[in-house]
């Protein structure tokens, strides 16, 4: 009779454990536990509430498997989530997860103890455009020409400086005589000399100049440009779709 009674109380906190949702568990167990235990742990339900419970949140715990957590990293990472922060927020659901074997609430980590998730992806060579894709890339340029965020892109392919060089260069870094840029924006924090071609100077020479404003690229207000994403972006999908 004893037997009997202790299976039937085993079966009926299995049946519990079954039933318990992630965000449950998190908001009666892990949080109250972490609130006396852990110094981050606001961050934590930060994470918790914004990237977490909306997609796991009303799962049981014993349905949380390698594939639905793979589905909630896919969802992040089409939302723009850096694999960083993926990372980040796997390892955080990971311990949230093990809590719950510790406790008992659920039964292993079988599911999804052999998960591994990379901080960072591989990163691939950069494709170099041929002769004829970088001809049709001035075109689509050409087509901004107004833009200032345009005349730095093409001034950056035809020198191979880096943004930033760019995009802090001054009109007295200009030495058209001399064919140079002067650029003090390096990792060094030594100036460095950019050789100018014919192409260059001449886009150089038309761009315009403002009274009290230094910089080669400024905006209307006469601010220095600080990104170049918007239009980079809209020449890359033009460049794909032609």
Known sequence: MAGEKSTIITSYVSDINKLCLFKEFVRSRYLPYVQQN?????TDERYLNRYILPYLGNCPLSEISEERLRGWLSSLENNGLAPSSQYRLFWLVKYI?????????????????????????PQAAPKILTPAEALKLVYLLEEYADRPSAQAIHLLLLTGASKSEILYARWQDVHLRRAVLVTRMTYTGQSRLIPLNTEAIRLIRRLPRRKEVPWLFASSSGQRLTSVFYTWNLLRTRFRTH
């Open 38 to 42: 852990k110094r981050s742990w606001k």
């Open 97 to 121: 997860l093990n809590f719950a074997v510790r406790l008992g609430v659920l039964k292993s980590d079988a599911a999804f103890q052999n998960m591994v998730v990379r901080k960072s992806k």
